[in-house]
């Protein structure tokens, strides 16, 4: 996990509230992902950025929206667009072009009530 | 969408003994990834195949790629009672920028 920060670690929101996902590297990587994962399952693309000012809808982008101004940050933000927002949410990053390996945060779990 | 189906679900085996897991894809490839996932944790990489590889190895892992039946296998030898996690292939597919990751396998190691 070293090198990706993701916080808090647990969050609570009441539904109808929007809530802000952090994400912060100092590997000066380019690419920065955010996944969504449910119990029991695996990892689902919500949205990801391949340089600074610059991203793309995932597979489940529908609820949420995101962020590049700086090529440190990466944040998410879920929406009361979301209709089943509780699960636990996973960032990643990857150095650039020619590379494959992603490196992830420990992840943020959400609970929406 | 899931493009990766990892079998068997879940997995239970003795301490020594060696672990298989079997992942199977639907599209072209460029390589395929496999990671580790501790409960809660995120997730760290393991190995990298590449398309044009059939076989790769490091340490006790062991991976395998058959491109013709769309599958790969990931094998653990002697395992340890710190294997015990779950496991995900993730396909790097021709044609788009990101990942897509399995369902997992969970393994537990009874020491």
């Known amino acids: 996990d070293g090198g990706i920060t993701q916080s808090p670690k647990y969050l609570f929101r009441k539904e109808g509230q929007n809530v802000t996902l952090s994400c912060e590297q100092n590997l000066n990587h380019d690419a920065m992902y955010w996944y969504r994962q449910d119990p029991g399952q695996g990892l689902r693309l919500i949205y990801y950025s391949q340089i600074v000012n610059d991203f793309q809808k995932g597979d489940i982008a529908e609820g949420y929206s995101v962020s590049r101004e700086k090529k440190e940050s990466f944040p998410l933000t879920v929406t009361s667009a979301q209709k089943n927002p509780t699960a636990f949410y996973l960032c990643a990053t990857k150095p650039g072009h020619n590379t494959y390996e992603q490196y992830f945060g420990p992840g943020t779990r959400l609970t929406v009530t | 969408s899931q493009q990766g189906e990892e079998d068997p679900q879940a997995l239970s085996i003795q301490e020594g003994e060696n672990a298989t897991m079997n992942c199977s894809y639907k599209t072209s490839i460029n390589n395929l990834q496999w990671y580790r996932q501790n409960s809660g944790r995120g997730l760290v990489h393991l190995i990298l195949?590449?398309?044009?590889?059939r076989e790769k190895h490091s340490g006790r892992l062991r991976v395998t790629l058959d491109t013709s039946k769309k599958s790969s296998s990931l094998l653990i030898t002697a395992s340890r009672a710190a294997d015990t996690a779950s496991y995900f292939c993730a396909t790097d597919r021709t044609g788009r920028r990101a990942l897509t990751f399995g369902s997992g396998t969970r393994l537990q190691v009874q020491p």
């Open positions: 195949i590449r398309s044009n590889e």
